[in-house]
């Protein structure tokens, strides 16, 4: 039988007897009770306690070693998952994380939202959309690969928006697969107004698989250090820009071809550690590109910050935009060029292509109907006069103003809002509704009032997309007093003569019997209030690029 040296040279020079009579000294037990103090501590989730390397006996110098190394990787392991699920909760985007094809794992407040909204709907085709779920979760299975669906979530009128569904296999070291499933909305309108944020999954599998979702990401993405170094980018980005990014730190943000940034910059994200947006636009090899960037803070391997820039392309909607302002433009012209005519002729459509262009869109061939024998008996500003428009009524610095109806979304309660560093002064900064970026603006300055103090009791009118050219955008007021029907005859139009900054962005001066309707014109008081020209309020207050 082979004798075990090391066992020998141990117990060498030491009787079996001593060994048993001799009980540990003071010394062995304070060295004991410190490793005991310590894994209790580390037990209850404390990982800062350490032992002493030096002041103990040689002895114990090797394992005090490895029970403070193992202290110090537990503690930064800790801090990595505090942090990948503060960003995966903060994420703009809804999501989830499945085991295999079973229950839920873990979810962020936008999925939970949307879901419990859709259940709410329409319970019938949210079990389908579960269905769907399961069913692109054993695909993704099957593949290996990420699996995208696009689906039309229920509204609570009907139809609902377009999402596009995406499930990634997470290929970690759990013997059971897990996947992540995220919803990116893909309506014309909004396509781009929302963000896809940092990932989480539990410890052993999301800290080694998170490159893996950057990279297999759908969304152009970049990872930069707080310096703008750029450590990765993703095949989406090379495809739209042309750009190719081999090695990690080679290229940084600063030297990409990029001519205009609106917003906050790499260097306000990584000082504030809170996620921020601009509008850049690029001279990419493939072309100009105009993307909204939204910026996330996290923390990447030893707790080395990171930056992940993730991009949609808004290039289309602007030059959608631009021509229909350079349309507006050629409108506009044309109509002051008419009211200047001291007598109008019979107006030739190529005198005024843009009218022209306008009235064959929107007037269809009929039959043509001779003024004398219309029969209708309506005389010359009749119609005028009788025409109805329905307003929103709300109070700004103790005075009434109203505004369009359809320019307004829906009217929220004030709720927390982010300011930007370095933006305009009439932005307030933005706020979280239901997953949406929003910007919210003051008008007050634009309609010569002061700042009303204190946010108690103020509302947000949450303007609609059409006013807005497709972003989010919300006006901060007083009071939102009623919706009331008002009849042109009871407005009363500003002179032209009239000069100010603020008159160019009043419609006229509604009266109205103090009681939101006009059921009682033929009183002699009336209450005033202030129609505002909210669509070129909003073209002076920020003007398009």
């Not at 989830?96 to 873990?106: A, D, K, P, V």
């Not at 893996?212 to 310096?227: A, G, H, K, R």
């Not at 009791?457 to 007083?478: H, Q």
């Amino acid at each position: 039988m082979t004798e075990k040296i090391g066992r020998k040279a141990l117990f060498m020079g030491v009787s079996e007897k001593q060994e048993a009579e001799s009980p540990p000294g003071e010394e062995e037990r304070r060295v004991i009770l410190e490793f005991s103090n310590a894994l209790g501590a580390a037990l209850s989730g404390n990982y800062s306690e350490r032992i002493s390397e030096t002041e103990i006996p040689d002895f114990w110098k090797s394992v005090a070693v490895s029970l403070n190394s193992l202290l110090q990787k537990t503690s930064d392991t800790n801090r990595e998952c505090t942090a990948l699920l503060l960003a995966f909760e903060q994420s703009p985007f809804p999501m989830t994380i499945r085991y295999g094809s079973g229950g839920e794992f873990l979810s962020n407040t936008g999925y939970r939202s949307l879901m419990e909204e859709c259940a709410q709907n329409n319970p019938v085709q949210f079990s389908v959309i579960q269905m769907k779920e399961t069913e692109m979760i054993e695909e993704s299975c099957r593949r290996g690969t990420p699996v995208s669906q696009r689906i039309c979530l229920p509204g609570a009128h009907g139809t609902g928006p377009d999402y596009r569904l995406t499930a990634i296999p997470l290929n970690g070291e759990s013997a059971t697969p897990h996947f992540l499933l995220y919803m990116e909305n893909i309506s014309e309108t909004v396509d781009f107004e929302r963000a896809l944020g940092a990932l989480e999954h539990q410890v052993d599998v999301l800290v080694s698989r998170q490159n893996q979702i950057i990279l297999e990401n759908p969304l152009p993405v970049l990872v930069t250090d707080p310096l703008g170094n750029i450590s990765t980018a993703n095949e989406a980005f090379t495809r739209v820009s042309g750009i190719t990014i081999a090695d990690p730190g080679a290229v940084a943000y600063s030297e990409l071809p990029l001519t205009e940034s609106i917003g906050q910059n790499i260097q306000d994200i990584a000082r504030f550690r809170k996620m921020g947006a601009a509008q850049v636009t690029f001279d990419f090899p493939s072309g100009t590109h105009i993307l909204w960037q939204y910026g996330i803070p996290v923390s990447g391997p030893d707790e080395k910050e990171q930056i992940v820039l993730i991009f949609f392309d808004i290039t289309a909607q602007k030059a959608r935009e631009k021509d229909l302002e350079s349309h507006i433009a050629t409108l506009k012209d044309e109509v002051e060029d008419l009211k200047n005519r001291k007598s109008t002729p019979a107006l030739e459509p190529a005198a005024f292509p843009a009218i022209a262009q306008m009235a064959s869109a929107t007037i269809p061939a009929g039959p043509q109907v001779s003024p004398k024998s219309s029969g209708s008996g309506q005389k010359k500003g009749e119609v005028a006069a009788d025409r109805a428009h329905d307003v929103v009524e709300f109070r700004l610095g103790g005075e009434k103003y109203a505004l369009d109806i359809n320019f307004a979304r829906e009217i929220v309660e004030m709720m927390p809002i982010t300011p930007i560093p370095r933006s305009p002064p009439y932005l307030r900064g933005v706020m979280n509704l239901r997953g949406e970026i929003t910007n919210i603006i003051t008008i007050n300055s634009m309609l010569g009032l002061s700042e009303s103090s204190g946010e108690r009791g103020r509302k947000i009118i949450v303007l609609s997309s059409e006013a807005t050219g497709g972003e989010n955008i919300g006006i901060v007021v007083d009071e939102v007093d009623s919706v009331i029907q008002i009849q042109e005859s009871d407005v009363e139009h500003l002179g032209g003569g009239l000069s100010g900054q603020a008159s160019g962005h009043i419609k006229g001066v509604i009266k109205t019997s103090g009681k939101g309707a006009m059921e009682r014109k033929d009183e002699e008081e009336r209450d005033l209030i202030i129609w505002i020209d909210m669509q070129q309020l909003l073209q002076d207050l920020i003007p398009r690029k």
